[in-house]
């Protein structure tokens, strides 16, 4: 991956994951893995947040 495929600097991105890791007080991402994957409890994040989200967009409805 470089910095283009997400539009910001790799190091940016890295202490923007390391500040949600430390907020959860957990491992989000596998990060010895390549591909990064997410831990069971990372993934279990993602999947509240979409289900927020899409609370959240069918409310604006």
């Not at 069971?40 to 604006?60: K, M, N, S, T, V």
Request: no cysteine; charged share 25%.
């Amino acid at each position: 991956m470089n910095d283009a495929t997400l539009g910001i600097p790799r190091t940016t991105l890295n202490a923007r994951l390391k500040m949600l890791e430390t907020a959860a007080g957990f491992a989000v991402f596998q990060h010895r893995t390549r591909p990064v994957t997410a831990t069971p409890r990372g993934q279990a994040l993602l999947d509240e947040a979409r289900l927020l989200f899409d609370r959240i967009d069918g409310a604006a409805r």
